[in-house]
C-alpha cells in the first residue's frame, strides 16, 4: 500500500488525525483506475491521510505521467504488469481495506472478485463525495475561520435515464441559478464530484447526473430528490441484464425525502418508485407531455403546467413556462424541461424561476443541433444519440428525415426503431462498423425506403454521406444525424462525429453556393 506521508496533508492539518474515520472510511485504500475520477479520489483520499495505492492495467506515456504526479503527494501508482506477471488492476494490494473504483470498471473485474473474497467494500467516486459532504463544509468553515461554523452541507437533486441525463441536469442548473441559488451541474459532467464538494466554492444545492455506473457503487447516496427520465436496454454488457440495469437506475430513488420524479410514459420509471424505499412523506411526482393530473407536471395548450407543487392540485394548476421558452422544442426535450422543472419545485424553487432558467439554457453541442439550410434542406446534428432510445426520440422531431445513422451498435438490435420511425423516413445513408443490422432492419420494417449503405472508413466518409443524404432530400426535409450507435469505429468521439458532420454539410453549402 501506499505509505501514507502525504507532502499536502492540508485536510489533516484542518479536520484533526482522525479525519477518515470521522467520515466512514478505513486508512488503506486502493483506487482502481488512473482517469479523471480516479485521480480526484485518490488525491482527496491522500489528503485525509490515508494510504492510497492506484491501480491501472495501463501503462503508456500518459499514465506514467499521471502516476508521477501522484507520487508528489505520496501516492503509489501500479500501472501495467506486476513483478509477478499478474496485471496491476486484477491485482489487489496486501492490506486493503475498501477499493474505490473509476465509474466504468465492471462488477465482474477480476480486482473486484478478489475484494468480495477478503471482504472489501467496492465503491465510486460518488459514494466518496457522499459521505465527504460534511467534511466539505467543515473544511471551507476551517479555511474561512467562520464564527458561525460549517454552512449546512448542499442537498443534491439528482437525475439519471438512458437518455436525456446531461441536457435535464444542465437545464436544472440554469433554473437554480435564475433562482437565485448557488450551484453547478456536477456528476457525470464537468467537474469531478469529489473536488466540487470538497473545494472552496459555497453550494445552496447540486444539480447532479448519475450514471448508472455511479449509481451501482453509491450504496448510501440519499438525494433531497432524484429523477429515472426513461429506461432503454443499455450497457447490458456491463450490468448482465435489463432487471439488473434498471435496478441501478433505480437507485436513485433510495432514501429521497421530498420527491421521486418519473416518466408517466414510461411505466418501468414509475415502477421503480414503487419499489423504492424513501422517506415517509416524499411524494411520487410525474411528467407528461399531455395533460397533467395532480401530483404531476405537464402540457396544456402549449404551456407547462404545475399540478404537483400547487395548493390544492385537485384542481388548479401552476403555469411554468410556454414550450418556445424550451431550446429546442423537440418532445424530447420538452420532456426534459418537465423533469427539471419537477425537481426545482421540488425544491421550492417559484415558477418565474424555472421560465427564466429555461429560457436562458442552451443545450450543449451534437444534441440535436441545428447546422445549416442548404437548398431547403436543413440538417441537424444529434450525433450525442448513441443508442437506439435516443435515436428514436429524436427522429420523432422531424418529418420528412434522411436519417445518417450508423457505428458501434454495442450489442443492440433496431428492429423496433425502424418500426416505430418507419414513416418519418425518406431515406437512409448508412456508415461504421454495425450499419448491416441497420440495413437489416430497414429491409424488414420499411422495405420502401431508400438506402445507401456506405462501405468506407476514410475521414472522408461523412462528406460522401451528407452528400448522398443531400441527394436523397427534398426541400423541406431534414437531414439528421441521429447514429442509434457509438462512433468509435470511425471516431475519437461522438463530438468530433458531430464536427466531421457539420465540416460536411458547411463544405456542402459552400459548393452549393458557388
Known amino acids: 500500500m501506499g505509505s501514507g506521508q502525504v507532502s499536502n496533508p492540508e485536510y489533516l492539518a484542518l479536520l484533526g488525525p482522525d479525519a477518515l474515520a470521522r467520515y466512514g472510511l478505513p486508512r488503506r485504500i486502493t483506487v482502481a483506475g488512473l482517469g479523471v475520477s480516479g485521480i480526484s479520489a485518490a488525491r482527496a483520499l491522500a489528503r485525509f491521510g490515508a494510504a492510497v495505492t492506484v491501480v491501472d492495467n495501463g501503462d503508456g506515456d500518459t499514465h506514467r505521467a499521471r502516476a508521477a504526479e501522484l507520487a508528489e503527494l505520496g501516492i503509489e501508482t501500479r500501472l501495467g504488469r506486476l513483478a509477478d506477471g499478474a496485471k496491476a488492476g486484477e491485482t489487489l494490494p496486501e492490506g486493503t481495506e475498501l477499493v474505490v473504483t473509476s465509474p466504468g470498471w465492471k462488477p465482474d473485474s477480476p480486482l473486484f472478485l478478489e475484494a468480495a473474497k477478503a471482504g472489501v467494500d467496492v465503491v465510486g467516486d460518488v459514494e466518496i463525495a457522499w459521505r465527504l459532504r460534511d467534511a466539505g463544509t467543515a473544511l471551507r468553515a476551517a479555511r474561512t ?36 441559488l448557488r450551484t453547478a451541474a456536477v456528476g457525470n459532467i464537468g467537474t469531478p464530484i469529489i473536488d466540487v464538494v470538497l473545494g472552496e466554492e459555497t453550494y445552496d444545492v447540486l444539480a447532479v447526473e448519475l450514471s448508472s455506473y455511479q449509481l451501482h457503487w453509491a450504496p448510501s447516496l440519499r438525494a433531497h430528490s432524484g429523477a429515472v427520465l426513461n429506461l432503454a436496454p443499455d450497457h447490458l454488457d456491463w450490468h448482465g441484464s435489463m432487471e439488473a440495469y434498471a435496478a441501478d437506475k433505480g437507485r436513485i430513488y433510495e432514501g429521497n425525502t421530498v420527491a421521486c420524479v418519473y416518466n408517466v410514459a414510461d411505466a418501468a420509471t ?15 411526482i410525474g411528467f407528461t407531455l399531455g395533460a397533467p393530473g395532480p401530483s404531476m407536471l405537464g402540457v396544456v395548450d402549449g404551456i407547462l403546467v404545475d399540478r404537483a407543487f400547487v395548493q390544492n392540485r385537485q384542481k388548479n394548476a401552476q403555469e411554468l413556462a410556454e414550450v418556445a421558452d424550451v431550446s429546442p422544442p423537440a418532445p424530447h426535450n420538452i420532456a426534459n424541461a418537465l423533469a427539471a422543472a419537477a425537481l426545482a419545485r421540488a425544491f421550492g424553487v417559484e415558477p418565474k424561476a424555472v421560465r427564466d432558467g429555461l429560457r436562458a ?6 444534441r440535436i443541433a441545428h447546422v445549416a439550410e442548404v437548398g431547403g434542406v436543413t440538417y441537424i446534428d444529434d450525433s450525442k444519440a448513441t443508442n437506439t432510445h435516443a435515436a428514436e426520440a429524436s427522429l420523432a422531431a422531424y418529418e420528412p428525415v434522411v436519417w445518417i445513422a450508423g457505428g458501434l451498435a454495442k450489442g443492440a438490435t433496431f428492429d423496433e426503431l425502424v418500426r416505430k420511425s418507419a414513416k418519418q423516413l425518406r431515406g437512409a445513408v448508412l456508415i461504421g ?18 438506402v445507401v449503405d456506405l462501405d468506407r472508413t476514410d475521414t472522408e466518409a461523412m462528406l460522401a454521406a451528407v452528400r448522398e443524404a443531400a441527394r436523397l432530400a427534398e426541400p423541406g426535409d431534414t437531414v439528421l444525424l441521429a447514429p442509434a450507435c457509438a462512433s468509435m469505429d470511425m471516431f475519437v468521439n461522438y463530438s468530433k462525429r458531430g464536427e466531421a458532420f457539420a465540416d460536411a454539410v458547411r463544405e456542402l453549402a459552400a459548393e452549393q453556393s458557388a
Open 270 to 284: 414509475e415502477k421503480l418508485v414503487e419499489d423504492a424505499d424513501v422517506v415517509e412523506g416524499c411524494r411520487a
Open 361 to 366: 439554457f442552451r443545450p450543449d453541442a451534437h
Open 433 to 450: 462498423a454495425d450499419r448491416a443490422l441497420i440495413r437489416d432492419a430497414l429491409a424488414r420494417h420499411a422495405p420502401d425506403v431508400p
Open 145 to 180: 475561520a467562520a464564527e458561525a461554523g460549517p454552512a449546512p452541507a448542499a442537498e443534491w437533486l439528482a437525475i439519471t435515464g438512458t437518455n436525456g441525463k446531461t441536457t435535464t441536469t444542465q437545464m436544472l442548473a440554469s433554473i437554480l441559478r435564475a433562482a437565485g
